[in-house]
């Protein structure tokens, strides 16, 4: 099983520039979560869908974040503009959608340095 | 200037030793608890979960233990070893698909 993919793994850009994060959850989860993870405020969830469907977006921190996921395998983060405070890494994370006694198992994360 | 950053308090054990890491967790609804690994440069990885219908759980060299009374949960690694050097998170669900993050402990191992 090959997990929760992200891409890519690294990616640096300039303030002001559109920067797109993927995910590909483990086939067959109906859930998917994205997280950004800081020294200050630790793990936050951004965003989660269920059966594709956008459920809570109150984690994100503004407009410039938009988030998709256009089918059961794929989903994209998009930040535009791109300012320096959004450096972090930014994890997916996939479940069953059974509820709340599912696991969520986590990709490896996308590192974000916005310069 | 300086930036300020989480706090993460420190466990340091020597190899062979076994390793306790606490967790006090916030909502007394809560009724499904999971215990995560973070090594550096990875996302966090599934160590063992608890259901709030259990106090003890079992894992291969891992034990979780739930007081559903004081809102506390633990995590147990027996015989510690290097590569369990990490920062551990505990987790909670209420009745949500949502998870609640701990802040995180990290696990200091020498030899």
């Known amino acids: 099983d090959a997990g929760v993919i992200q891409s890519p793994r690294h990616e640096v850009t300039e303030m002001g520039q559109e920067v797109t994060l993927r995910c590909k959850p483990i086939s067959g989860h109906n859930s998917l979560f994205w997280y950004r993870q800081t020294m200050m405020r630790g793990l936050e969830l951004l965003i989660y869908?269920?059966?594709?469907?956008?459920?809570?977006d109150s984690g994100m921190p503004e407009d410039r974040f938009s988030a998709k996921m256009p089918n059961a395998s794929f989903s994209t983060l998009k930040i535009q503009p791109s300012e320096p405070r959004d450096s972090a890494v930014y994890f997916c994370?996939?479940?069953?959608?059974?509820?709340?006694?599912?696991?969520?198992?986590f990709g490896p994360g996308t590192r974000l340095t916005v310069l | 200037g300086e930036s300020v950053g989480l706090h993460l308090p420190t466990l340091s054990v020597q190899e062979g030793d076994n390793s306790i890491i606490n967790c006090a967790y916030s909502n007394s609804a809560s009724d499904y608890f999971i215990w995560y690994k973070q090594e550096s440069g990875k996302g966090p990885q599934f160590i063992i979960d608890i259901r709030s219908n259990m106090d003890k759980r079992q894992g291969q060299r891992v034990t979780v233990l739930l007081n559903k009374t004081v809102k506390h949960l633990s995590l147990q690694i027996a015989a510690t070893q290097p590569g369990d050097s990490a920062v551990y998170f505990c987790?909670?669900?209420?009745?949500?698909?949502?998870?609640?993050f701990g802040t995180g402990t990290r696990l200091q191992v020498f030899p």
């Open positions: 869908f269920n059966n594709n469907v956008p459920i809570d």
């Open positions: 994370a996939s479940d069953g959608g059974g509820g709340s006694t599912d696991t969520q198992y």
């Open positions: 987790a909670e669900n209420s009745h949500t698909d949502k998870l609640i």
